[in-house]
């Protein structure tokens, strides 16, 4: 397997306080990798991390074989990377394919979704199409939020809580989402705390506490560390 992603001894800070302490993990080609934890337990800021999105770092972030820890966001993004954050950060004054249009292709983006086919993939948006973003339900503008990053090119995708608070017709949709981009061949980093929406796409986990990897595993495991996720996750 190539490996896309590998993270080795991360420490983040957030001003004063320090956050990650030592993380640790890969992250395949072509794999749905899930980070499940509690609030609080350091996964989204493993995510702003890998992003350079955090006060200090240390340790190794390599993607595709590059070393990351001293580049600059946007360069960062240039190695092929999409983060989808728990915010969205759509423009709100801009419509939704305004929003789609926006953001530049990548050098060698050849991933890169048209708008039309992302109109294929989320219906919902060709319908609100030239509708500002303060007007789009949540899950529209989750949807807009994942699309605009299918633009790019990036074929590693960072989604954290993309599940939260949306009705369960929408989280059945972003379901289908994933399992149609890995089947294209995507690499995919889900921060979620919806267990049940994460636990059928990943196919291996790794569980957060305080800012470490405390357990990892893969699907074919999942069924016998049941009463470890109830412990760390009360599922």
């Known amino acids: 397997m190539t490996e896309i992603l590998n993270i080795a001894n991360l420490q983040a800070w957030y001003g004063e306080s320090h956050i990650l302490h030592g993380v640790d993990f890969t992250v395949n080609a072509g794999e749905v990798v899930t980070l499940l934890g509690r609030n609080g337990a350091g996964r989204t800021t493993t995510l702003r991390a890998i992003m350079g999105l955090t006060g200090k770092r240390s340790g ?18 240039r190695l092929g990377i999409g983060y989808c954050p728990e915010e969205r950060g759509i423009f709100s004054s801009l419509s939704a394919e305004e929003n789609l249009m926006l953001p530049p292709r990548l050098k060698g983006g050849d991933k890169a979704f048209s708008v039309d086919e992302l109109y294929v993939m989320f219906p919902n948006l060709k319908e609100r199409a030239h509708s500002p973003g303060t007007r789009l339900s949540g899950g529209e503008q989750q949807m807009l939020a994942v699309a ?4 790019t090119g990036a074929t590693l995708l960072l989604l954290d809580e993309i599940s939260e608070g949306l009705a369960p017709v929408i989280v059945q949709k972003l379901a289908e989402v994933i399992r149609a981009l890995k089947a294209r061949g995507f690499t995919v980093v889900l921060v979620e705390q919806n267990f049940r929406f994460a636990a059928p796409l990943a196919d291996r986990f790794y569980v957060m506490e305080h800012g470490r990897i405390v357990e990892r595993f893969d699907q074919s495991q999942l069924e016998e560390k049941m009463s470890m996720l109830n412990e760390f996750l009360g599922v």
């Open 60 to 77: 190794s972030v390599a993607v595709h074989g590059v070393e990351t820890t001293r580049l600059p966001t946007h360069r960062i993004a």
């Open 148 to 151: 605009r990053i299918l633009r």
